[in-house]
Structures are given as structure tokens and as C-alpha cells.
């Protein structure tokens, strides 16, 4: 049994430990454009069944792999991320979209503003050592929604891409992978 006074003092050595320090981001190493491509990985289906259908529906979509191209940028001292994405449901136009972001707090910032024919209603970045995400929340026409994700795993040539598309109804989430260079 743990005497009071030992209680106390491990308490008092570990309130006295020096604090966790955060991992750094190097933003300034991402800093550039990169290119690559991407093609369709799998549908996940969401449903919620019980019990689960014995043949799970599955969906396919087309393999040929599509352009992607991002950038990521410093304006106003604050991080903006270009996308351009050339197939899929969530095709960019010519001009790709850009998503300017509030200060980095805790591995997250809010958009501030967009650049984009398509406007997202809301949208996130999230930081961590070696990666950056988007979420983004488009309303279509008709006011249904899609929600998009794109990470990027930095890599010592690139980055390694992910795509996510949720469907308004939240039955299904379709991915696509790919890699990209840095260009400049």
C-alpha cells in the first residue's frame, strides 16, 4: 500500500515535470506546387443494416487514373491550399479551387475565404507533422450535399494523396489514392 506522503510526492513530481512540447509542422518544407494523378481505390459502404446483408452492395467506379495538382501557399501569413482535380464526382473547373485559412491553432484552422466557382459552404485544415487536410462541405443546386476530403502525406519527392467523397444521404463514401511530385 502506497503511503500518503509517497502519494503526495509522485503527485508533486509530476505536476513539476516539464510540459509536452507539440511536434513542429514544416510548413515552410511544403511550401510549392506538386502534380501527380489519382484513380478510384474502393466505395465503402455505409449503411447501417442489422444484420447486414449477406451480398454487400458494392459499387465501381471508373480506374483511369485523373490529374490532380495542389499547391500549398503562405498569404497573408496564413496557409491557402489550391486544388485542382481533373475526374471524379468532385472535379474542380479549369481554374481549380483555392481555400484560404484562419491561423493554425492546435493542428486546425477554419476557412476564412474561397476561391472557387463552386463555393463551399464550410471547410477545415487540419496540420500534423508530416500531413495536411482538407474537409469542405458543397451544397448542390437542388440543396442536397457532398462532403470532400483530401490529405496529403508529404514524402521526400511529393506527396501521397487521398480523396474522400461522402454522399448526402451518408450511405457511401468513395476514395481515390494517388501520389504527386513536387514541382516547384
Same mark, same amino acid.
Given at each position: $500500500?502506497?503511503?500518503?506522503?509517497?502519494?503526495?510526492?509522485?503527485? =508533486?513530481?509530476?505536476?513539476? #515535470?516539464?510540459?509536452?512540447?507539440?511536434?513542429?509542422?514544416?510548413? +515552410?518544407?511544403?511550401?510549392?506546387?506538386?502534380?501527380? %494523378?489519382? @484513380?478510384?481505390? @474502393?466505395?465503402?459502404?455505409?449503411?447501417?443494416?442489422?444484420?447486414?446483408? *449477406?451480398?454487400?452492395?458494392?459499387?465501381?467506379?471508373?480506374? *483511369?487514373? &485523373?490529374?490532380?495538382?495542389? #499547391?500549398?501557399?503562405?498569404?497573408?501569413?496564413?496557409?491557402?491550399?489550391?486544388?485542382?482535380?481533373? !475526374? =471524379?464526382?468532385?472535379?474542380?473547373?479549369?481554374?481549380?479551387?483555392?481555400?484560404?485559412? =484562419?491561423?493554425?491553432?492546435?493542428?486546425?484552422?477554419?476557412?476564412?475565404?474561397?476561391?472557387?466557382? +463552386? $463555393?463551399? @459552404?464550410?471547410?477545415?485544415? %487540419?496540420?500534423?507533422?508530416?500531413?495536411?487536410?482538407?474537409?469542405?462541405?458543397? %451544397?448542390?443546386?437542388? !440543396?442536397? &450535399?457532398?462532403?470532400?476530403?483530401?490529405?496529403?502525406?508529404?514524402?521526400?519527392?511529393?506527396?501521397?494523396?487521398?480523396?474522400?467523397?461522402?454522399?448526402? %444521404?451518408?450511405?457511401?463514401? @468513395?476514395?481515390?489514392?494517388?501520389?504527386?511530385?513536387?514541382?516547384?
Amino acid at each position: $500500500m502506497i503511503t500518503r506522503r509517497r502519494a503526495l510526492a509522485v503527485t =508533486g513530481l509530476l505536476l513539476a #515535470a516539464t510540459p509536452a512540447q507539440a511536434q513542429q509542422v514544416q510548413w +515552410a518544407g511544403w511550401l510549392g506546387t506538386y502534380a501527380g %494523378t489519382a @484513380r478510384f481505390y @474502393r466505395s465503402i459502404p455505409l449503411e447501417d443494416i442489422v444484420p447486414p446483408p *449477406k451480398v454487400p452492395r458494392e459499387e465501381f467506379d471508373d480506374g *483511369k487514373p &485523373f490529374a490532380l495538382q495542389f #499547391a500549398v501557399r503562405n498569404v497573408d501569413d496564413r496557409p491557402a491550399v489550391w486544388l485542382r482535380i481533373d !475526374g =471524379g464526382p468532385m472535379q474542380t473547373d479549369e481554374a481549380g479551387e483555392t481555400m484560404f485559412f =484562419g491561423q493554425v491553432t492546435g493542428g486546425l484552422a477554419l476557412l476564412r475565404s474561397a476561391d472557387a466557382r +463552386a $463555393m463551399p @459552404r464550410s471547410a477545415s485544415l %487540419t496540420v500534423r507533422p508530416n500531413q495536411l487536410g482538407t474537409e469542405a462541405l458543397f %451544397t448542390h443546386a437542388d !440543396g442536397s &450535399f457532398w462532403r470532400r476530403y483530401f490529405t496529403a502525406t508529404f514524402t521526400s519527392a511529393g506527396a501521397d494523396v487521398i480523396l474522400w467523397v461522402f454522399d448526402a %444521404t451518408g450511405t457511401r463514401a @468513395r476514395t481515390w489514392r494517388g501520389a504527386t511530385v513536387r514541382r516547384a
